[in-house]
RNA sequence: GGGGACGUAGUUCAGUUGGUUAGAACGCUGCCCUGUCACGGCAGAGGCCGCGGGUUCGAGUCCCGUCGUCCCCGCCA
């Protein structure tokens, strides 16, 4: 209620209860700034008035909670605060009780300048009564309801499925749960409900949603936590285009709620062209695309600059930059991570200087204007053996490569340079602000060159396309050869991609055993291990399954954006570490031996 | 597993070429102050310079190791 006071509600008695965020000690004047979730009001204690509450009021420190009593009052005119929303009035005190002291914190929640991290982790309660951490759970929970409420009114039925479940091999590292019934076996905590909601499709609940937690046994980043939130969605009988739909729809309830009017529909691009066009599966379509420049050079040029002239030449535009200083250049190169032999070429103007007619064509081709920087990123003339180059797919690996150095330098090269540009900062204009984008027909398959074998690019519940359906036939009897067709095999998967944050993904599934059967035998899966691993999911296949597909999206992902959050730490109210610790409860922690024996577990000492 | 940044008062930071007693602001404590809202004034307390070792006549500063936090690569079906 501390925040809710009005000039309408002047002459009102009312009792506020909250904690002191500040207290002005003019002498027998004093004045108490009191807050609660909603806000600040300012309460004052007169001497004059009443010297007993006065006296009271001088013990108090801040973060006490405290009930103020007393009745509304319109300011004067001259001591109007027109930066705050309670500005207008004041709370003067009949009487003041004191609810609970509080020791000195670490930190405050008024402080401007903000502690660091650490010292917030540990003390997450202070940090939580911070309006900027309010702020984000506050918004949390609206997109959260919203979400909830949209998909209840499009017929879905939020259903829960269990944490300890099944460990399977494939994709992340799981977190073990073992089982003190039946010692030395474990459960797993799900990285996704994925065969829960499949099953669920199977057992009649047409349209299934849940916002569940999963968890990832992997290193963290900013943007991923070892347990995070998904908005997890299932549906029976639908084209991909139909779960975009629910997908747009949702997400615009969920801007709405946060105060942000989109408009769908997100524009769609093939997995190939984002990858030709950005260097990345998620591109963030605020900055400019690539441009394949090779053409701009002579073959003579190309040679002198050890350029391979079949590969792409990529130039990566970052806009306003200005003119950069010898140290500023020489900073650009360490930025780069080249991946298969890519090479990049930061001073643009040497090149200038020594190939005036190629650079001409550069900047026509490019667009560039005044102050823009251009980075070169090309292949290495001596580029070394092609040991995987399937000459089915659009993208070979060689490409790939060149394509995807050039795409984190030129997310690199945007974040450094933020300031200057000021893409990132928003406009106002959400059209501008959000960018949305559906990525899809993703590879079926990938080659793992440490494991000589094919990987499921999304999962392998994954169906291929229609028209595919032949090259997976033909691939199936050489699943040892990186040059298969299963190379060119396309799933029918898709990725939501909101400002080069990879907000969601998911598929239309196989509904069929055999087609099933056939992406395990890709996979270098006896029928025998399909069985072991997926038995009692292959079986229900069989039991009338109807056509079926979903998606998940981060729940917490979307917050951080709306939020303008730096970290998925801003807007989960406990988070963990870099190295997955949860720095107030201090876990994880040894446990008691007598635990351990109960669970028929010995701990083998790190040596 | 690899690379990088950081670690000095409760907090945010400064600390020059290695040189006497390690500073500032905010916060904290006490006193004064009737219209402040980043209130103001006076006085004061507060330091294992992350930890361990080394170089040196002398280390917050240089070297090695270690711990912690953050960012990135790998990893994340």
């Known amino acids: 209620m501390c925040g809710r006071l009005r000039s309408s509600d002047a002459g009102k008695k009312a009792v506020i209860m909250g904690w002191v965020n500040k207290r002005r000690d003019h002498g027998s004047l004093l004045f108490i700034d009191l807050r609660d979730r909603s806000g600040v009001t300012q309460v ?24 103020a009593i007393g009745s509304v009052k319109l300011r004067d005119a001259n001591t109007v605060n027109p930066n705050m929303p309670t500005g207008e009035v004041e709370l003067v005190a009949d009487d003041i009780r004191i609810l609970n002291e509080s020791k000195l914190p670490p930190f405050l929640p008024s402080d401007t300048a903000l502690t660091n991290e650490e010292t917030r982790l540990k003390y997450r309660y202070i940090d939580l009564r911070r309006d900027a951490m309010q702020f984000n759970i506050e918004t949390r929970h609206n997109v959260a309801k919203a979400i909830r409420d949209y998909l209840s009114s499009q017929g879905f039925f939020e259903i829960e499925t269990p944490f300890m479940t099944r460990s ?24 996704s409900p994925q065969m829960f909601k499949q099953i669920l499709m199977i057992s009649g609940f047409d349209r299934y949603f849940q916002i569940v937690r999963c968890f990832r046994d992997e290193d963290l980043r900013a943007d991923r936590q070892p347990e995070f939130t998904q908005i997890d969605l299932e549906m029976s009988y639908p084209q991909a285009e139909r779960v975009w739909e629910v997908v747009e729809g949702f997400l615009k309830a969920a801007f709405h709620a946060a105060g942000v009017e989109i408009e769908p529909s997100f524009p769609r691009m093939d997995y190939d062209e984002a ?13 400019p695309a690539f441009t394949d420049v090779r053409d701009c050079f002579t073959a003579e040029n190309l040679q002198e600059l050890a350029i391979n002239g079949n590969l792409p030449v990529i130039a990566i535009r970052t806009p306003k930059v200005g003119e950069l200083s010898r140290k500023e250049r020489d900073d650009i190169k360490p930025m780069f991570h080249s991946k298969g032999g890519a090479r990049v070429y930061e001073d643009f103007k040497r090149i200038g200087n020594k190939y005036p007619d190629a650079a001409a064509a550069i900047a026509k081709k490019t667009g560039v204007e005044e102050g823009d920087l251009i980075v070169l990123v090309a292949g290495s003339a001596q580029a070394g053996p092609q040991t995987a180059m399937p000459a089915h797919r659009k993208v070979t690996p060689a490409e790939l490569a060149i394509y995807a150095s050039a795409g984190l330098l030129r997310l690199a090269l945007a974040q450094k340079y933020a300031d200057r540009h000021g893409i990132f900062k928003k406009t106002g204009d959400a059209a501008k602000d959000f960018r949305f984008l ?41 699943v040892n050869d990186p040059q298969s067709t299963l190379s060119a095999v396309r799933a029918l998967a898709y990725d939501v991609v909101l400002n080069g944050t990879e907000l969601g993904s998911g598929s239309i599934r196989i509904h069929r055993q055999d087609i099933q059967a056939k992406i395990f035998k890709a996979l270098g899966m006896t029928d025998e291990e399909a069985r072991k691993r997926f038995g009692f999911f292959l079986e229900a296949l069989e039991y009338g399954t109807p056509p079926h597909g979903g998606i998940a999206l981060g729940l917490d992902r979307i917050v951080m954006i709306l939020t303008g ?15 997955a610790v949860d720095l107030m409860v201090d876990a994880p922690t040894p446990v008691d031996e007598r635990q351990l024996r109960d669970l028929g577990i010995s701990i083998r000492k790190p040596s």
């Open 275 to 287: 990858i030709r066009l950005y260097g990345i599966d998620k591109p963030d379509l605020r900055l």
């Open 438 to 478: 559906w990525v899809t027909n993703f590879p079926m398959f990938e080659w793992d060159e440490g494991e000589k074998q094919w990987m499921a690019a999304h999962h392998p519940f994954t169906s291929p396309h229609e028209q595919d359906m032949g090259l997976l036939e033909q691939g199936v009897e050489s």
């Open 168 to 191: 399977t091999p494939e994709g992340a590292r799981d977190y073990l749960v073992p089982s003190r019934v039946q010692p030395g076996t474990f459960y797993a905590l799900p990285q």
């Open 44 to 67: 004052v204690v007169n001497a004059d008035r009443n010297a007993a509450i006065h006296e009271k009021a001088e013990t108090l420190r801040n973060e006490y909670v405290i009930a």
């Open 565 to 579: 959050a730096e970290s998925l730490r801003e807007v989960i109210p406990f988070p963990k570490t870099a190295r």
